[in-house]
């Protein structure tokens, strides 16, 4: 057994003692209990303020679902949803990668990132009506889904033509169990600390129910490490598959000629960083205005500052791969998409972008006075999420303007193309070399200008942000925002040595 | 990591130099095997050159061959240096500490090799002196900076020198020892010369460790360049439309750790197996080095088959027939196969179990399948590429290697390897001072009933801490 061979190496040396006292464990138990126990009236006011923007954003969403002229109008309402999954469903992945390399400074937060699986619910409210939005494949686009059939010089699809549809909610949905389940077996035993430990009430009620019997036995801790494992690694997996058909279904196959094999990783990736961002605002506001101020140090700040700092290299990285291909190979139907998306109507929005996702946390990030604070990550977080909001409103609103055009033109004729020119443009993947002409091909008056929102897409983005953050609030209520159980394996692993003339802390990593 | 071997300082000294300073009976005879390979190699250089281009097997429409598929796997290899050292000790990972060293150094020679196969593909390798100087000085024609051909060689300088000067700053502690034990006074003078005046003292200790630090972090943006460029070889292309996808960058670079971090498990088994240094190399180091290769390998994979999605979703007639051509015409589609079956199909559900992870041998194996593999990646991107059928081509060839290309090819394995050999016999290839670093910041916690490793935390400063101590244990402490 390699256990025994590795107890006997050890045999006769020296050994430090952990903090793991049963008087550490039950200070640490006790002290999260009695903290998440308190609600200040600075919480209730602003989850009243909350609540009553999304009830505004619950009005406008069902008046935008019913007011769907076309997908163009979709653009605003689509980047939403885009940007809700990009931050919230990315925000796991704080708790689970550091879990997975067993770093230990993700402790204290790593419960804070996975209440953000909660927000799927919305983002599953945004997404059903994208299923009626969604232009089959009789618009002729292309999709994931192979075309095998060749007719007229034209590939004709043999696929169910809602395919892009059925696998994307499967995805989506697949993501929101997941992520849930994850929450849940996480908090298996703090619900057992609230049901043994915590005072009567609705809290001790729910917990009790929740806990589903746990009672911390050696199969119990076994079962809840490798499930939490397991479903930690199918979540990434099912991020990246999200991501990709939502980046390609949704945005990239409305643009005939945008044909771009990085998107998905390069969704995948905003996702990783949108969700750093989140958790990192969400961080501070726990430090600043919660009760755990004790709990999320500089030490996490540092931590996710880092990986901050890592992932917007890598935006740049990302984005410049794709750029320089279609920019430096000069090929006209590229050339046309850069126009449209980095050049043209969406000049101004990508600079801004470009400025808060790359340039600013460049710039700001290196520095290690800044990243060894509370306020420089945070600052960096809130310009890398309004960036990252800006490029959703960049890339979606684009793609959903050329989607309007051609699935007008397709919709004015009872189902019959006066023009072939809409379908074949999709087929043949061309746009034309400057895409302002689409209208003159369609003979549309629809110019491709920057489109702004208007005032239902306000309603609908401030309501269900503000949602997000309401639901998230309420879920707090139950949940201990930090992790107890987490927190006490700390003492296990953790102890404090002299070493020469000053103390350092060693931190045993288990197998 | 679990298993560990708590040794004295004295000890890693004597184990560690043993092979430097005194001359294993093997050594000779292997270095002048792998002299002749390097030597029929350069032969065969030469006799290219007498001959020309034409005694290769490059021709129309296939302009590139092994020697660019050879320069995109040695590109590759070279980034397991950086990968593993920089990184890794960036992330603090401690398994690290024993094969930084050895896979720094084969960051520089299989550059090294990368380099020479472009220099001997253009046939005439004096004209190298073009990309630096204006080749017409009357008419003050310089190189088109602009050009793909050119940022190749500054890259790829560019990494050379950073990787060097790498391994140079993490050898000099070593070096300093190596002065004070050497008994020959010549030997001692050339070490005192290399080691720059190291004696150990904190000011040079925090020189170094700092200068390790920012060239960690100061390389990494040349090893992403690095592989990015050579793909934009290919990516920026509009005539081979196979090669034209926006994922080349990151596809190449994900694909370069793959076989690179391979190549270090390979270094790691042999280093064991030659130098015996069992004691600092330990089953748990290729558990580590495993399941950062199931990560690995998994996301190349997942980038791979992106880009074959990617090829046939354009459905466009010169991707679909290149598609065809790699995976189902002979010769391409049967070394498709083993390409696949080597590189994922078969290592990676290997290592997925433990006691094959532990397993030195089963790695060392399972890793040439890998570079295999990928070698075979390297050829199956280039050759199909150039080969596939597009319209203005007036002639076409096959392509077959001629023997002079399999013998350049082979002088560079045998390069590499012969680099590495001498290397080891003038400097420890296990650095010495991050192995005693390792030893000092290990110590023993009591769980339980168990006793296990515990590391102390680099990370933040001491004092940072003084204001932001664990809330908890101060306040149970005061209690």
Redesign the interface.
């Known amino acids: 057994m390699?256990t025994d061979?590795?107890?006997e190496?050890?045999l006769g040396?020296?050994?430090?003692?952990?903090?793991?006292?049963v008087?550490?464990r039950k200070?640490?138990s006790d002290?999260i209990l009695a903290l998440h126990m308190r609600t200040s009236d600075r919480f209730w006011q602003i989850a009243t303020v909350t609540g009553i923007l999304f009830a505004i954003g619950i009005v406008g969403y069902f008046y935008r679902i019913f007011t769907f002229e076309n997908p163009g109008s979709a653009g605003y309402y689509v980047a939403l949803f885009s940007f809700m999954m990009t931050t919230s469903a990315g925000a796991p992945m704080v708790a689970i990668a550091p879990r997975i390399a067993n770093a230990?400074w993700r402790r204290p937060i790593s419960r804070i990132a996975e209440i953000w699986t909660l927000i799927g619910c919305i983002n599953l409210i945004l997404f059903i009506p994208l299923l009626w939005v969604l232009p089959n494949l009789d618009n002729g686009r292309?999709s994931?889904w192979?075309?095998w059939e060749k007719q007229d010089n034209l590939?004709i699809p043999e696929v169910v033509k809602y395919s892009p549809h059925i696998w994307s909610t499967m995805a989506v949905l697949g993501l929101i169990v997941l992520g849930i389940a994850l929450l849940w077996i996480s908090c298996l035993p703090d619900f057992a600390v609230i049901r043994d430990q915590g005072p009567d009430g609705w809290r001790k009620k729910w917990a009790s129910k929740l806990s589903l019997g746990w009672r911390g036995t050696t199969s119990q801790w076994n079962w809840q490490h490798h499930r939490m494992g397991a479903l930690g690694a199918l979540y990434f997996m099912m991020l990246?598959l999200v991501h990709f058909f939502i980046s390609v279904e949704y945005l990239m196959v409305h643009v005939p000629g945008w044909?771009?094999?990085?998107?998905?990783?390069t969704h995948a990736h905003n996702a990783l960083h949108g969700g750093v961002a989140t958790v990192m605002l969400t961080m501070f506001i726990v430090n600043r205005f919660g009760p755990f101020k004790?709990?999320i140090?500089?030490?996490q700040f540092?931590g996710l500052g880092k990986l901050l700092l890592a992932l917007s290299?890598l935006w740049f990285?990302?984005w410049f791969?794709?750029f320089?291909?279609?920019w430096?190979?000069?090929?006209p139907s590229e050339q046309a998409l850069v126009e449209l998306l980095v050049k043209g109507p969406y000049l101004y929005m990508f600079l801004v972008e470009f400025l808060l996702v790359f340039i600013i946390p460049w710039w700001t990030m290196i520095w290690n006075p800044f990243r060894?604070s509370i306020w420089g990550p945070s600052i960096i977080a809130i310009s890398v999420l309004v960036g990252t909001f800006l490029d959703r409103i960049r890339l979606n609103v684009a793609s959903w303007d050329v989607a309007g055009i051609t699935a007008r033109k397709f919709n004015e004729n009872n189902g019959e193309f006066t023009s072939d020119f809409p379908r074949e443009m999709m087929l043949n993947?061309r746009l034309p070399e400057n895409p302002t002409v689409i209208k003159e091909f369609v003979g549309l008056d629809i110019p491709i200008n920057a489109v702004g929102p208007g005032a239902i897409d306000v309603l609908v983005i401030l309501g269900f942000i503000s949602g997000a953050i309401f639901l998230y609030m309420m879920a707090t209520r139950l949940i201990p925002l930090v992790n107890i159980w987490e927190?006490k394996e700390l003492?296990?692993?953790n102890?404090e040595?002299k070493?020469h003339r000053?103390?350092?802390?060693?931190?045993?990593?288990?197998? | 990591m679990q298993e560990h071997t708590q040794l004295t300082q004295k000890q890693i000294n004597d184990e560690l130099l043993k092979d430097i300073l005194h001359l294993p009976k093997w050594w000779l005879p292997a270095v002048l095997f792998l002299l002749t390979i390097v030597l029929a190699g350069y032969s065969a250089f030469g006799y290219m050159i007498y001959h020309g281009l034409g005694v290769t097997g490059l021709n129309r429409p296939v302009f590139w061959g092994f020697f660019i598929a050879n320069f995109v796997f040695w590109i590759g290899i070279s980034h397991a240096g950086i990968m593993i050292s920089a990184i890794l000790r960036l992330t603090q990972a401690e398994w690290r500490r024993p094969i930084t060293r050895a896979a720094e150094v084969m960051t520089v020679f299989s550059l090294a090799a990368a380099l020479h196969t472009p220099m001997m593909h253009v046939g005439r390798p004096w004209r190298v002196l073009y990309w630096i100087f204006p080749y017409d000085f009357s008419r003050d024609i310089w190189p088109n900076v602009r050009s793909p051909f050119v940022w190749d060689p500054s890259a790829v300088g560019t990494y050379l020198i950073a990787s060097t000067l790498f391994v140079m700053i993490c050898l000099l502690p070593d070096l300093a020892i190596l002065r004070d034990r050497a008994k020959n006074p010549l030997v001692k003078k050339i070490y005192a010369q290399f080691a720059l005046g190291f004696r150990g003292t904190p000011r040079q200790w925090k020189l170094q460790i700092i200068a390790g630090i920012l060239l960690s972090a100061l390389v990494l943006p040349v090893f992403v360049s690095v592989h990015s460029i050579v793909s934009w070889d290919f990516a920026v292309l509009i005539g081979v439309e196979g090669w034209r996808s926006t994922i080349f960058a990151p596809y190449f670079i994900i694909g370069a750790i793959h076989s690179g971090v391979s190549a270090v498990a390979m270094l790691m088994a042999l280093t064991v197996w030659i130098y015996g240094l069992q004691n600092y190399i330990k089953p748990d180091h290729f558990d580590a080095i495993a399941r950062l290769l199931i990560i690995v390998a998994t996301t190349w994979f997942f980038f791979f088959f992106l880009e074959w999605v990617w090829a046939l979703y354009t459905l466009e007639t010169p991707e679909v027939a290149l598609r065809e051509l790699q995976a189902e015409q002979w010769p391409y589609g049967p070394l498709f196969g083993i390409f696949i079956i080597t590189s994922f199909v078969i290592p990676v559900p290997i290592w997925l179990f433990k006691r094959f992870r532990r397993n030195a041998v089963i790695m060392f194996w399972t890793c040439v399948l890998v570079n295999i593999g990928m070698w075979l990646e390297r050829f199956l991107i280039v050759i199909p590429g150039l080969l596939r059928r597009s319209h203005m081509t007036f002639d076409w060839g096959s392509y077959h290697p001629s023997i002079i290309e399999i013998a350049i090819v082979v002088e560079t394995f045998a390069f590499v390897a012969l680099g590495m050999l001498l290397f080891a016999k003038v400097f420890p290839l296990v650095p010495l001072f991050d192995v005693k670093e390792g030893m000092i910041n290990r110590h023993l916690i009591k769980i339980g009933r168990r006793v296990i490793p515990a590391t102390i935390r680099e990370g933040l400063p001491h004092h940072y801490y003084k204001n932001h101590s664990d809330p908890i244990i101060e306040r149970s402490k005061e209690e």
Do not use: C
């Open positions: 390699a061979i590795i107890d190496q050890y040396q020296p050994f430090v003692e952990t903090e793991n006292s008087k550490n200070a640490v002290n230990h292309r994931l192979f075309y590939w990246v044909i771009d094999s990085l998107y998905p990783i004790g709990y140090t500089l030490d540092h290299l990285w990302f791969s794709s320089m291909v279609f430096y190979g000069k090929k060894r993947m927190q003492l296990l692993y102890a040595i070493f000053t103390k350092v802390r060693v931190m045993g990593k288990p197998r």
